[in-house]
């Protein structure tokens, strides 16, 4: 019996108390005068290959007698990774909502980009409004040379190796509709 005890009660060692990671001052999601810092929202690669992401989130107030009334619209780009991209713009009063909303409507307004293989074939100038956007076919290696709403929208097209530069007006909104003129600019180089 009394060896039976002893094996019941063998020592457990104690875990060390876990510690909270400290805090680095400065490290804030804001940078300078209150402006918040532009964070890459991650793309969703679904299983049969698309790509969507998420270029900007607006929250829209509407007043009214008893008050405010906020929505969200999003604007969200599709691809297959393939050459066909589209842009959907979702409006709702929750985000999630409004991500899907954009998301299958962008889906819906897919139109074909000529690849020359994973570059465009020519340069071209995009113009929307006040927004004018430069596309430059890159030699390999290069790879996507360009900010924001013209990187996720080369992303979902399927372009490894571009050149881009952005003029005028930098609404995400606007740079989008200059590169997709852009792109419906494009020519393939095969005749037929």
Not at 94 to 116: C, D, P, Q, R
């Amino acid at each position: 019996m009394n060896e039976e005890n002893n094996d019941v009660k063998a020592p457990v060692p104690e875990a060390a108390p876990a510690q909270a990671p400290a805090a680095r001052p400065g490290r804030s999601g804001f940078q300078g005068k209150g402006r918040p810092k532009f964070r890459q929202r991650p793309e969703a690669k679904k299983d049969d290959g698309s790509v969507e992401r998420v270029i900007v989130i607006n929250r829209v107030s509407k007043v009214v007698k008893g008050g405010k009334n906020f929505s969200f619209n999003a604007v969200v780009v599709a691809g297959d990774g393939k050459g066909n991209v589209g842009v959907g713009i979702g409006k709702s009063k929750e985000v999630s909502e409004a991500i899907t909303k954009g998301a299958s409507k962008a889906k819906k307004n897919f139109y074909k980009v000529h690849l020359m293989g994973d570059t465009i074939p020519h340069e071209v100038i995009g113009t929307f409004k006040a927004t004018r956007v430069l596309l430059k076919p890159a030699a390999p290696g290069t790879g996507v040379i360009a900010g924001g709403p013209v990187r996720a929208l080369c992303d979902a097209v399927g372009v490894k190796n571009i050149l881009t530069k952005c003029f005028g007006s930098r609404n995400p909104l606007n740079v989008l509709r200059a590169a997709r003129k852009g792109f419906d600019q494009l020519r393939s180089t095969r005749r037929g």
